[in-house]
């Protein structure tokens, strides 16, 4: 009439590991000129790690590596990077936190114009490392342990978050185009996840917003010259949606303001625009995700204002030493 | 002068008719003084669950019952469900009145023999009919299980009022039942099968709805009610609304053991068990839960958080019940029975159903019953049951659980309360009492009769004994040292009288012979002492033989237990803290004696 003990303890674990396998999406794939991405901000065991590699093939009038997004009318940008990364989960004052680094590498390439001329110009390498770090201040306590995770639900979870990018990035004072920055930037942001409905698998579908402002020092060299650009305000919103346990999809949708950058004495003026998107994830295994994403702005028509589009596709590799361990256990 | 007889005759006939008349209008302003009866049986609700029989569980409506009424300790069911319920309407044993066996598990040589239908018989009366005919109004809601045909659905069995799951149990949450050739539970309104569920439906709430409806319908009419609240829960599945699910976060994650033992604390404390009584063993293929992984003691102790939130739903439903009656001024003339039908459910149904992939009932489960993500228990499609380390919990401190004739498979918390209890307030007996004393109990309250024949039908006699004067403190038991109460299903068998208990069980729970226990100084059956009492053992042996004979018990040749020893781990005793192998804590030096290495 029933089955043996070692089954019961198998579907324990058959069923944590599955947990497990729904909060690695949290792990985090920076991108910049498309926000954060939606259930960036979704929590995980503490002792989580996760290796994102992010690949992006994006265009418009603005660098793509550059948060400012500060528009050069009539330039054509187009970059392919690649952005590896690392993220920790862990505990801090018993709240959910989350430490992360991300590098940008790849190149750029622009049809910008310099003195009225059209000329092409081409940056490649290593970008600018940007460091986060996230703590939850309202929501589920961190979550420590498996009990924990079993029972996690988010609610209405809202997080502080601080990101600081560090200007190591290779730059040439000479060129446009470039993949580092030559300045420090950051923000400080405050990142939603609100959960509509039941919290299973297959059937979670979340509200987040992500209100952040970017803050940048200036560029004391950028050709020659100096660029002062004001801090920036950014919401970005996702709904998102599980189709199946593994399969999920997202609407996204971003509105940058502010940012206003002056290079010497001219002023590009400051953004107001919006872009939209949608997002695919699936959970490929217990320890790998795939999505990809697109995202347009709509609201470009004049020269000054910021064209870009672009596709992601992220990879993104997450283990747990405790499950690891249980999974060489199971396979024996 | 014929005119004139004529007249006179026509007068006194018109007189005679006028007083009549008079005499019947004022009979029927007079109410009706008989009691209103209501019965709650709880499906597979264990001895331990309810506050006042121990249980940390909040049940405060039911306890309320229990202070206002007697509680009794030594109550026995039969060992599951239709069998239960079987006896408790018609008040004959089950192998006469259709419920020899459980339908789902009729063995080939019962088929088609008297006894064994599967669903109450039409040799027997339900007692509800009696009640009917003899001026009460009759409802019922909640689970039926016995006969699904017009003939056997509550409205033909002497229901005027029914709102009815006729299966066994089901989804709470709509008609999905358990396996692919019946998919669909069937539900009974009024008499009618009904194509779809109301709106909202939700089984707890909407029974508990329908009756007050019932009630109110004919509230007024000067007759009294007998209402049978058959409730579905705590049977599995544990579906409940989500704002019932989450009272008990982590309270669970001690595990079962440490449950046990505090619910026998306070069982002693409240004085439902003497002093003396010791736990049953766990059951050895239960896992020790201090040795379970932290995350697996939060998924099993997730499940009896879900149990406790089924109990305290019941409980609050039972609460609108009361409060109901309290608001038309009926609650201190109703009579309340609470118990459960047998002993908690430690079987996991599903898995017997769905366990072999590749089959046709797991395909089923898996388009019906597949949400098995714990944050989706208690949700539609969700199967969980707890398993029978929590069902020796809410069996504390019994052996075994429902299906076996241990103690914890058949004995039952009961209360009755209302004005024919004339004994203390909140007091306690342990007399010995049966399902199956119900019907000539209430026959007595409604001063109706059990007939001889019924529909041209000679009627069997009933085994119960009426606990009028027990609840009168006239008496203190309805039987005397000589009475004896026996039980057979699914080829498990056992009889009791006075303190002794003689059981027939399936290897491996039981021993495939007979075991003896002396329940007095032994109620969670730990010595079998059949060795040192070969007398005992006989005598009751012959009263088992005398049962069998009086009662056409035919052994099934096919039981749901036969092969369990194959499927469970073996046999050995169960000693806390043993092996030290993995018991022991770390060795910790003193202090002053530990050091760095000096390289």
């Known amino acids: 009439m029933r089955k043996h003990n070692k089954y019961m303890y198998f579907r324990c674990f058959r069923i944590i590991a599955a947990s497990i396998i729904t909060l690695m999406l949290v792990l985090p794939a920076f991108i910049f000129a498309q926000g954060d991405g939606p259930r960036f901000y979704w929590k995980g065991l503490a002792g989580l790690n996760a290796v994102p590699v992010i690949g992006s093939s994006k265009s418009g009038n603005a660098n793509p590596s550059d948060p400012s997004h500060t528009v050069s009318p009539g330039s054509e940008f187009t970059a392919t990077l690649a952005m590896p990364g690392y993220a920790r989960m862990f505990s801090l004052f018993n709240r959910s936190a989350m430490a992360s680094v991300i590098v940008p590498v790849g190149r750029i390439s622009g049809d910008v114009i310099v003195n009225g001329l059209d000329v092409s110009q081409t940056a490649r390498g290593f970008g600018d490392p940007m460091l986060q ?75 987040e917003f992500l209100p952040a402002v970017w803050f940048f020092s200036d560029n004391n060299d950028f050709v020659g010259q100096k660029m002062e650009t004001k801090p920036m305000f950014q919401v970005e919103g996702h709904l998102t949606r599980d189709f ?11 509105w940058y303001t502010g940012g206003e950058a002056t290079i010497d004495t001219l002023n590009t003026g400051k953004l107001n625009n919006f872009g939209i998107g949608g997002t695919l994830g699936y959970q490929i295994n217990d320890n790998m995700q795939l999505t990809i994403g697109y995202m347009s702005t709509f609201n470009d028509p004049e020269p000054e204002d910021l064209k870009m589009d672009g596709f992601t596709v992220k990879l993104i590799y997450g283990w747990h030493k405790l499950i690891e361990g249980i999974n060489r256990l199971n396979s024996e | 002068m014929k005119y004139l007889l004529s007249f006179l005759i026509t007068g006194a006939l018109l007189f005679i008719g006028e007083m009549k008349a008079q005499t019947n209008e004022t009979k029927g302003q007079e109410p009706d003084k008989r009691p209103n009866i209501v019965i709650i049986l709880g499906d597979d609700m264990g001895f331990s669950d309810m506050g006042m029989f121990g249980s940390e569980i909040k049940t405060p409506n039911l306890d309320r019952l229990s202070q206002c009424g007697v509680r009794f300790t030594n109550f026995y069911t039969c060992a599951s469900c239709s069998p239960t319920r079987s006896v408790l309407l018609s008040g004959v044993d089950t192998h006469i009145n259709g419920l020899g066996n459980m339908d789902e598990w009729t063995a080939p040589n019962q088929e088609g023999m008297d006894g064994y239908e599967g669903q109450l018989n039409d040799k027997v009366v339900a007692f509800p009919q009696l009640l009917k005919d003899a001026g009460y109004h009759t409802y019922m809601v909640g689970k039926w299980h016995m006969g699904k045909s017009p003939d056997k659905i509550p409205a033909a069995r002497g229901f005027e009022r029914d709102f009815s799951l006729l299966d066994g149990a089901g989804s709470y949450w709509d008609m999905t039942n358990f396996t692919a050739l019946t998919p669909n539970s069937l539900f009974t309104e009024d008499g009618r099968y009904l194509t779809k569920l109301p709106k909202k439906y939700y089984a707890t709430k909407t029974y508990t709805d329908k009756l007050i409806d019932f009630i109110a319908s004919n509230h007024g009419d000067g007759k009294p009610f007998f209402a049978y609240v058959s409730y579905q829960a705590p049977h599995d599945p544990y579906h409940l609304p989500k704002d019932w699910r989450d009272r008990h976060i982590g309270e669970y994650d001690i595990g079962w053991d440490v449950i046990r033992k505090q619910r026998l604390q306070r069982e002693i404390e409240l004085g439902i068990l003497p002093g003396s009584t010791k736990l049953a063993e766990r059951m050895w293929f239960v896992p020790d839960y201090s040795l379970l992984a932290p995350a697996t003691r939060a998924l099993f102790g997730r499940k009896m958080e879900l149990y406790a939130g089924m109990m305290e739903n019941m409980d609050y439903h039972v609460g609108r019940l009361i409060e109901y009656l309290k608001e038309i001024g009926e609650y201190e003339n109703t009579v309340f029975i609470v118990f459960g039908d047998n002993g908690a459910e430690g079987n996991d149904l599903g898995k017997m159903i769905s366990g072999t992939p590749g089959t046709r009932d797991f395909l089923f489960f898996a388009s019906k019953w597949s949400q098995t993500n714990p944050n989706a228990w208690g949700d539609p499609g969700s199967y969980v049951g707890y398993g029978p380390g929590w069902a020796q919990v809410s069996m504390t401190p019994f052996s075994q659980y429902k299906g076996w004739l241990g103690e914890g498979g058949i004995r039952n918390a009961l209360v009755v309360s209302g004005p024919v209890v004339r004994r203390e307030k909140g007091s306690i007996n342990g007399g010995l009492m049966f399902v199956g004393d119900i019907m000539p109990t209430l026959l007595e309250i409604a001063g109706a009769a059990y007939p001889k024949t019924y529909n041209g039908n000679e009627m069997p006699p009933l085994i119960g004994k009426s606990w009028m004067k027990v609840l009168a403190g006239e008496a203190e038991s309805p039987r005397n040292q000589k009475d004896y109460l026996a039980w057979e299903l699914f080829g498990n068998r056992a009889i009791l009288q006075g303190d002794w208990k003689l059981r027939w069980e399936y290897k491996p729970l039981g021993k495939s012979d007979w075991e003896l226990y002396n329940l007095s100084s032994d109620p969670a059956e730990l010595n079998d002492v059949a060795s040192q009492n070969p007398e005992k053992v006989k005598e009751l042996v012959a009263l088992w033989d005398d049962y069998v004979k009086r009662n056409h018990v035919i052994l099934p040749n096919r039981s749901p237990f036969e092969g369990l020893s194959d499927q469970l781990p073996m046999r050995f005793p169960v000693e806390e803290g043993y092996p030290p192998l993995i018991n022991k804590r770390q060795y910790v030096p003193p202090q002053d004696m530990m050091t760095d290495p000096k390289k």
Do not use: C, H
């Not at chain 1, 924990?148 to 004072?173: C, Q, T, V, W």
């Not at chain 1, 185009?177 to 039941?198: A, E, F």
């Not at chain 1, 199946?244 to 971003?254: C, I, K, N, T, Y």
């Open chain 1, 244 to 254: 199946m346990e593994r399969f999920w999809g997202s609407l996204d949708a971003v």
């Open chain 1, 133 to 207: 770090l996230g703590i939850n201040i309202i929501g589920p306590k961190a979550i420590k342990n498996l009990p924990d995770m079993l029972r996690y639900k988010p609610g209405f979870s809202l997080d502080i978050i601080g990101s600081l990018a560090i200007p190591i990035g290779e730059y040439d004072n000479e060129s446009q185009v470039n993949i580092g920055q030559n300045r420090w930037y950051g923000r400080i942001g405050m990142p939603v996840v609100w959960q509509l409905g039941k919290w299973v698998p297959g059937k979670r579908t979340t509200l």
